[in-house]
């Protein structure tokens, strides 16, 4: 076994370019791996944690809003932006037949630095009548929110027990989020009371484009939980029908898009990842082979100084095995530092929720994309493993092959 591990370091350090070729397949082979699986993995987690945050059935916006750019991002994701209707709309909408729960949320999008400590969205609630935003508002600041709190997503430079400035008005930092790896992660949560002082203090600054909106009289979104013995379509379709200049969505439609192409960008990633694969197999293979070919006088003189056969079958496979780990590491470091630094960045130009996988996950994911990689490595090596093993001493020592 030492003669083996001897000659494979050898080998290996006699041979620096063929070794660095191998080494890099490997990590490209690694690197491949590490990303797209984390990748996918990222994009799943964020969807999950979207879905998570939405517990009604149907919600209910102004028909002027549909026409916003990034109305869904706003509505779904915490992406800065507004709108209102008269509150006469949510009275209309609890009237009709087939509604178990409903509430409201206000929206204000804090766009400009020069208001308050950051740029952001602020989203409040009616913990009164809140079915969905409450249950995980409790459980992270401990309880409800009294007048001038707030919970803070995950990605805030601030923390609890800090304070927060918008438009003149100090907040008390209560909680922070879990992160969700959409802009939820830098969006701000309150109670009504609190969003309606912001809102006035904005007027009152003049730091906004909506100058007759009296904060008290409106709404920007209804949130609505469909009674048993009653479908979800029923619902929808009854008040898009009688509650006019609304628009009413099922969040399960709204999230399919998200959904749909969470599926096509990992389908392309496995596509990419596979074409990887094979063709850096076939590259090793051949290199492989190549260099097994090359190498045959110097098995052939081994086998003469009473190598075994099964030790010159070794010779190739440990050195295959030290090649592979040795790119298999460093491709997954490059991996890793392609991926967890840049998630922000990631997120911003698929579009879509990106919540990385807990470290334990990170490093499950790391270790299976090391074993896979190096027994990929040596199965590629395996055919001229076992090619050499069965080499004729005399016909290659005498030139004749």
Same mark, same amino acid.
Request: net charge neutral; proline share 2%.
């Given at each position: ?182 802009? +939820?992660?830098? @969006? !701000? =949560? ?5 969003? #309606?002082?912001?809102? $006035?203090?904005?007027?009152?600054? *003049? ?76 590259? +090793?293979?051949? @290199? !492989? =082979? ?5 190498? #045959?006088?110097?098995? $052939?003189?081994?086998?003469?100084? *009473? ?95």
């Amino acid at each position: 076994m030492k003669l083996t591990e001897s000659l494979s370091f050898r080998n290996i350090k006699g041979r620096p370019v063929r070794t660095a070729v191998l080494i890099a397949l490997t990590a490209i082979m690694a690197m491949s791996a590490i990303c797209g699986s984390l990748a996918v993995m990222s994009l799943r987690n964020g969807l999950g944690a979207l879905e998570a945050r939405l517990g009604a059935d149907i919600m209910t916006v102004p028909a002027s809003a549909v026409s916003k750019q990034d109305f869904e991002n706003i509505v779904l994701q915490g992406s800065k932006g507004y709108f209102y209707m008269d509150r006469s709309y949510y009275d209309k909408i609890a009237e009709r037949e087939g509604i178990e729960k409903i509430s409201y949320q206000l929206y204000l999008a804090s766009a400009s630095a020069g208001c308050c400590s950051v740029p952001l969205q602020i989203i409040g609630y009616d913990p009164d009548t809140d079915f969905t935003v409450s249950p995980w508002i409790r459980k992270s600041a401990g309880g409800e929110l009294k007048e001038l709190d707030v919970v803070v997503g995950n990605d805030l430079s601030v923390f609890v027990g800090e304070t927060i400035t918008f438009y003149g008005v100090t907040c008390n930092v209560k909680a922070k989020l879990d992160k969700t790896g959409n802009d +939820l992660d830098t @969006a !701000v =949560y309150t109670d009504i009371g609190t969003i #309606k002082r912001l809102i $006035a203090a904005s007027l009152e600054l *003049g730091m906004n484009d909506f100058k007759d909106i009296d904060p008290d009289k409106v709404v920007s979104c209804v949130l609505i939980k469909v009674a048993d013995g009653y479908s979800v379509d029923e619902v929808l379709n009854d008040l898009n029908l009688h509650v006019r200049r609304t628009k009413s969505f099922k969040t399960t439609d709204m999230i399919s898009g998200v959904s749909e192409s969470l599926a096509g960008v990992s389908g392309i990633i496995g596509i990419l990842m596979a074409a990887v694969w094979v063709l850096v197999l076939v590259i +090793l293979f051949l @290199a !492989v =082979y190549m260099s097994v070919n090359e190498r #045959k006088k110097e098995f $052939a003189v081994l086998r003469v100084a *009473g190598a075994s056969r099964s030790r010159l079958a070794g010779i190739v496979m440990s050195e295959t095995l030290i090649i592979t780990i040795t790119g298999a590491v460093i491709g997954i470091f490059l991996g890793l530092l392609m991926i967890l630094p840049f998630n922000g960045l990631i997120e911003e130009s698929t579009g879509l929720p990106f919540l990385l996988p807990d470290t334990l996950h990170i490093i499950i994911c790391a270790f299976v994309a090391l074993a896979a990689s190096v027994i990929a490595g040596m199965l590629s090596s395996l055919g001229s493993a076992k090619r050499i093993s069965r080499i004729d001493t005399g016909v290659i020592l005498r030139g004749d092959n």
